[in-house]
């Protein structure tokens, strides 16, 4: 039957945007055993693997690339129409936890035009640095990165959270630029403290070749709230330090800072690129305003991936 179709097709986007089984399962408030046989239907009658399935990580296939493509923003729409099925206006408060790097970089850019179509919304709005952060815990809705996860929320990528290596143009008078990771251990490193007290690890993979080197970072500084001071740490000399690119372009374009190290992609989450996650509750237990501001994000970021 054609129901029977278009709800296994729902639910082949519900793990297309998650990423995964599990997630998809919350968002829709069914088992994940009724998601994965959904998208076994859908991929028999395909003739065609929509997904790279493995123990660590779920893909789309080419396929199943191109499938999602067709039918994620219909499925958006049908998603908006549903909401709004009772008229009126949006109203209401939401509370929202970001990392400051993204809240400057991406939350600014959207949220006045969120705000601006609905006059009647208010979100409140925590930013911080580090897994200490007490707001978010009360936040109806996350945007975090290099922390840990929610069980009971879904979860979605938003996009990869680059790095970049620099320092100050004195510093690298004084002490000599690095050419490789070992060379990093005679130099002042300024890094994060994890929840045990102990330094967060830099991983550097090698852009040719990919090799992969782990780094315990070593300084006299290390940081652990406001991971944003580092920027002005290394301004001023103090040692090298990971950024994010965007939050240092001013200064890598008037001399301040110098990146180094660009033979490397750099993460503080193992070998491969850390993600941004968009986290929240179940659709069915979100409030109009709040899938309101979850549409917003994922259709910026839909956006920002195009070419």
Request: proline letters at 4%; aromatic letters at 6%; charged letters at 25%.
């Amino acid at each position: 039957m054609l129901i029977d179709e278009l709800r296994d097709l729902r639910y082949f986007v519900e793990v297309a945007r998650c990423r995964s089984f599990t997630s998809a399962a919350i968002r829709l408030s069914v088992s994940s055993g009724a998601v994965s046989k959904a998208v076994s239907r859908l991929e028999d009658h395909m003739h065609k693997a929509l997904f790279v399935r493995s123990n660590r990580t779920l893909r789309l296939t080419t396929d199943g690339e191109k499938l999602f493509a067709r039918v994620d923003d219909a499925y958006l729409a049908l998603d908006a129409a549903w909401t709004r099925r009772d008229g009126g206006n949006i109203s209401g408060t939401v509370h929202l936890s970001t990392f400051s790097i993204y809240g400057r970089v991406h939350l600014a850019r959207y949220l006045p035009m969120f705000l601006e179509a609905h006059p009647q919304v208010e979100v409140i709005v925590s930013v911080h640095d580090n897994w200490r952060s007490t707001g978010r815990d009360r936040s109806d809705i996350r945007i975090t990165w290099n922390e840990p996860l929610d069980e009971d929320k879904v979860a979605q990528n938003l996009a990869p959270q680059r790095l970049i290596m620099v320092g100050g143009p004195g510093y690298l008078a004084r002490r000599g630029t690095p050419g490789s990771v070992a060379a990093l251990n005679d130099h002042d490193c300024i890094g994060g403290i994890g929840p045990n007290g102990s330094r967060i690890h830099w991983h550097f993979v090698a852009c040719e070749g990919g090799d992969h080197a782990e780094l315990i970072p070593k300084g006299q500084v290390g940081l652990m709230d406001e991971m944003s001071m580092a920027i002005h740490f290394a301004r001023h000399n103090a040692g090298l330090t990971l950024v994010a690119p965007e939050d240092v372009e001013e200064e890598l374009r008037s001399g301040t800072l110098v990146r180094v190290m660009t033979d490397h992609v750099i993460t503080t989450r193992g070998k491969s690129a850390s993600d941004v996650v968009l986290q929240y509750r179940p659709r069915h237990r979100l409030s109009r305003a709040e899938i309101e501001l979850i549409d917003c994000i994922l259709h910026h970021h839909r956006i920002e991936k195009r070419p």
